[in-house]
């Protein structure tokens, strides 16, 4: 239960920074377990979760104002520790990702690498480091909301901080 909390505790006020409470855009989190019943998947309420265990973090991005948004980026963070991304999984298709929150790139991320000979080559950034997803969920009408979606595989507990508590 720990583990869960902590992570969704991460994630949420990582969204909570990138929504400001003035903006005509509010984002709400939530985390779903999947697990898996009779061959099919199933989305629980996540009380707890271990290493191991599969996690879908489920954002919705809604237009609170009365007039329609432009061009709506959603911006879905991934804590930096206790979790990693699973390539492929994020809904709607077109995810970009960002190892640091303010540059973006198509996903899967690559960078260029020296090998021992001095040769660049480029490489799939793992996506144990992946820290934010990003959708262009393009215009907005007032009242309207929209959901983007990543599963994100536990594999190990969190790091606490100072002040955190277990």
């Given at each position: 239960?720990?583990?869960?909390?902590?992570?969704?505790?991460?994630?949420?006020?990582?969204l909570a920074q990138s929504t400001f409470a003035a903006e005509p855009l509010s984002a709400t989190?939530?985390?779903?377990?999947?697990?898996?019943?009779?061959?099919?998947?199933?989305?629980?309420?996540?009380?707890?979760?271990?290493?191991?265990?599969?996690?879908?973090?489920?954002?919705?991005?809604?237009?609170?104002?009365?007039?329609?948004?432009?061009?709506?980026?959603?911006?879905?963070?991934?804590?930096?520790?206790?979790?990693?991304?699973?390539?492929?999984?994020?809904?709607?298709?077109?995810?970009?990702?960002?190892?640091?929150?303010?540059?973006?790139?198509?996903?899967?991320?690559?960078?260029?690498?020296?090998?021992?000979?001095?040769?660049?080559?480029?490489?799939?950034?793992?996506?144990?480091?992946?820290?934010?997803?990003?959708?262009?969920?393009?215009?907005?009408?007032?009242?309207?909301?929209?959901?983007?979606?990543?599963?994100?595989?536990?594999?190990?507990?969190?790091?606490?901080?100072?002040?955190?508590?277990?």
């Amino acid at each position: 239960m720990k583990l869960l909390v902590s992570l969704l505790a991460t994630a949420a006020a990582l969204l909570a920074q990138s929504t400001f409470a003035a903006e005509p855009l509010s984002a709400t989190l939530e985390a779903h377990k999947i697990v898996l019943a009779d061959g099919k998947e199933q989305l629980l309420a996540a009380s707890e979760a271990k290493p191991g265990d599969v996690l879908e973090y489920r954002a919705t991005y809604k237009n609170v104002s009365d007039k329609p948004l432009k061009a709506v980026m959603a911006t879905l963070p991934v804590p930096a520790t206790g979790v990693e991304y699973l390539l492929g999984s994020a809904i709607p298709t077109g995810v970009q990702a960002s190892l640091d929150g303010a540059q973006f790139a198509p996903a899967p991320l690559k960078r260029l690498v020296k090998l021992p000979d001095g040769k660049p080559q480029q490489q799939l950034v793992p996506a144990a480091e992946y820290r934010f997803l990003r959708w262009p969920l393009g215009d907005l009408p007032a009242g309207a909301s929209k959901v983007v979606t990543a599963r994100v595989r536990v594999i190990s507990e969190p790091v606490l901080t100072t002040g955190q508590q277990q």
